[in-house]
């Protein structure tokens, strides 16, 4: 009865939230275990197959894909879609997905687990597979360090029963291969993909040694075929793509000498496809299905998301750490057709609030002739465009629109496409700008180009005229005006 309770009471107040326009994913599963405190733990008995998808990049996306593609093949999903993937989030979607009364069985549980929140989900509801997609660094005011967060999530699987599905290429994630369990090693094969090369990458160092790896081949970051004199070395796969296409319809993989044509766009996205194909493979899934499934699946919101504006396709996606900067920049830039810039920066807590991790993205590969404008919007506008000026951009080229309605309209005086890189909190509102911009565009609307820009001379004078160091003070926090965007700042 306790927890018939809780379900009710957390369906109860996720309605209520989200009339208030308070959203409502998370706190029904926050009620629920106010009132069954190991709520999670029902998943164990109402789905046969519980899957988790853990890691820095692309939680998410492969989540989403390997729901849909057991759902093509006719199976039933229990999964968060939101991505609400703390421990308050997956129970939040149990309360979601249970009916009024009784509970409801599921063929399979497909939930995305926040890194930090592995442990108590493992504890209070183990899982038959663990996916690790990969490790970068990302928000390290909350996660730390990636050494030290593998090793507590290694504590945490000491006596985890289940199967690990490792990304080979990543040597982070080969660290979990010494716990010796039933262990499918997914991975690219060595020049799958002639990926871009960048300045700045993440640590290439034995976890064992604390010699530098060596590679034969490099994907990005530190993803590729690594070995060290110790002995330490990328596993041999499992399951692998041996080559990897990038055509204007989507990647395409070839798997074992079959292709998989997808509708994904951002060859980053070629391991999530790699993920959810063997993911559904070990659930005997056909290969038809999946190429089925991989045709009629609608990208993750946010997630390399396309608008049609100004006539224009423009391009929307999330950027959270450098490793996903460098890839979307990448792709931003691989043809040499002009176009605008936009980095809409954020630091709230889900953002991470400290953002010196944009100094470690190559935005140098945004320094190009075909950029004819680098627009800065969000909270911390002023520093995404102090980054950019360190470039070598030309200053004159710059502008800080905080506000990123005024950004999105600003941008539309242009002929050419605007291409969007934004954080968590600018994320979905940037999706609904851009989707009325579009749903203005549909419908011919007469006044699409006579929108204004209030304060707009305030805001686009050149960077350095603002004040000759005004940014650098404003990145260095050392200006008290600007506290009021700084969440983990003392009240005065």
Not at 166 to 173: C, L, R, V
Not at 248 to 275: Q, S
Not at 460 to 471: A, E, H, I
């Amino acid at each position: 009865m306790k927890t018939q309770v809780a379900i009710w009471a957390g369906k109860i107040i996720g309605v209520l939230s989200r009339a208030l326009g308070h959203g409502g994913s998370t706190i029904p599963g926050i009620v629920a275990r106010k009132l069954d405190a190991k709520f999670l733990r029902h998943s164990r008995s109402i789905a046969k197959t519980i899957f988790y998808i853990t890691g820095t990049n692309g939680k998410t996306t492969t989540a989403n894909l390997i729901s849909h593609l057991l759902q093509t093949a006719g199976q039933s999903v229990m999964t968060n879609r939101e991505g609400s993937n703390m421990v308050t989030g997956l129970s939040a979607c149990l309360v979601q997905s249970a009916p009024l009364i009784g509970w409801k069985k599921y063929d399979v549980a497909v939930l995305e687990v926040d890194e930090a929140s592995l442990p108590n989900a493992i504890a209070e509801c183990p899982s038959d597979y663990l996916l690790i997609t990969n490790f970068f660094r990302d928000q390290l005011d909350r996660y730390g360090e990636i050494d030290l967060l593998i090793k507590k999530m290694k504590d945490s699987l000491k006596y985890f029963a289940g199967n690990f599905i490792i990304n080979a290429d990543d040597p982070f994630s080969n660290r979990f291969s010494n716990l010796k369990k039933d262990n499918i090693y997914v991975g690219l094969n060595a020049h799958a993909y002639p990926f871009d090369s960048y300045l700045m990458t993440e640590s290439r160092y034995c976890p064992n040694c604390q010699n530098e790896l060596s590679y034969s081949s490099v994907h990005y970051g530190h993803l590729g075929h690594y070995h060290c004199t110790c002995g330490f070395k990328r596993p041999e796969t499992t399951f692998a793509a041996e080559k990897v296409f990038n055509d204007k319809k989507g990647i395409r993989l070839v798997i074992d000498d079959e292709e998989y044509p997808t509708t994904f766009k951002g060859l980053y996205n070629a391991y999530n496809v790699l993920f959810a194909i063997q993911a559904c493979q070990a659930l005997d899934v056909k290969p038809d299905v999946l190429r089925k499934g991989l045709m009629t699946y609608q990208n993750s919101k946010g997630r390399m998301q396309e608008f049609l504006v100004n006539g224009k396709v423009w391009r929307l996606n999330l950027v959270k750490n450098p490793a996903g900067g460098n890839v979307t920049l990448s792709e931003y830039f691989e043809g040499d057709e002009t176009k605008l810039l936009m980095f809409c920066l954020n630091d709230n807590l889900a953002d991470g609030e400290d953002i010196s991790w944009i100094w470690d993205i190559d935005m140098e590969l945004a320094n190009r002739d075909e950029l004819e404008l680098f627009i800065a919007s969000g909270t911390r506008a002023h520093d995404a465009a102090l980054r950019m000026k360190y470039t070598g951009f030309p200053e004159k080229k710059i502008i800080i629109l905080p506000d990123m309605n005024e950004a999105v309209l600003y941008a539309k005086r242009f002929e050419s496409p605007t291409y969007i890189m934004a954080t968590y909190t600018c994320l979905s509102p940037m999706i609904s700008i851009l989707s009325k911009e579009a749903e203005k565009e549909n419908k011919g609307d007469s006044n699409l180009e006579t929108s204004t820009i209030p304060l707009l001379s305030r805001y686009t004078q050149s960077v350095w005229r603002q004040g000759k160091y005004y940014l650098l003070k404003k990145a260095m926090r050392m200006e008290g005006d600007f506290s009021t965007s700084r969440r983990n700042q003392k009240p005065k």
